[in-house]
């Protein structure tokens, strides 16, 4: 029985730590956060917009467009928005990543063709004639990691081939409200 007493106790330690550090988290409204890391020409943010759904159409000549409506998930949307070139028109230039995420976020690891598990897409929208549009991501590693109680780390290296790509890597931090489930 003394033999038992130290294992039992490092087993329920065990089962604890695992417990917090695995915890989910539920967007109860939509979120909308500056990045931290973003090129010095532009802007980025990210928006968690929950009770929503993602999907991607084709249009009449067969280019892909996101339509957001309501669901059971939670959008994930990162905006990379660089400064207009003064004097210059037509000079403005985004880049978008769109993923649709569980209603309850929680930790993971997608990589490649598994990417399209969350509906990964990659958007330029620019004057940039036969280079513009939306685009699966097939190729890198998106993941999903608890930071502390109330926030989550997104780590996601990507590249496509179909267009040029400003932004290929997203590191950020979100913090959500208390709203932690177990």
């Not at 059971?72 to 230039?93: A, L, W």
């Amino acid at each position: 029985m003394k033999n038992l007493l130290p294992l039992l106790f490092l087993i329920i330690v065990s089962c604890k730590s695992t417990k917090n550090m695995t915890a989910d988290f539920v967007v109860n409204e939509a979120i909308l956060i500056n990045t931290l890391n973003c090129p010095e020409n532009g802007d980025c943010t990210i928006e968690l917009l929950p009770n929503s759904s993602l999907e991607f159409k084709n249009d009449e000549f067969g280019n892909l467009y996101p339509v957001i409506s309501e669901g059971n998930k939670t959008i994930f949307k990162y905006i990379y928005t660089r400064n207009p070139i003064p004097n210059t028109q037509d000079s403005n230039y985004s880049e978008i990543v769109f993923a649709e995420l569980e209603a309850t976020i929680s930790e993971k690891t997608l990589t490649d063709e598994a990417l399209q598990d969350v509906k990964l897409h990659f958007g330029r929208l620019c004057f940039c004639k036969g280079e513009t549009g939306y685009y699966p991501i097939k190729n890198g590693e998106f993941k999903i990691s608890k930071s502390t109680k109330n926030t989550f780390k997104i780590d996601f290296n990507f590249k496509i081939s179909e267009v040029p790509q400003i932004i290929s890597t997203i590191n950020e931090t979100v913090g959500v409200k208390s709203n932690e489930t177990k």
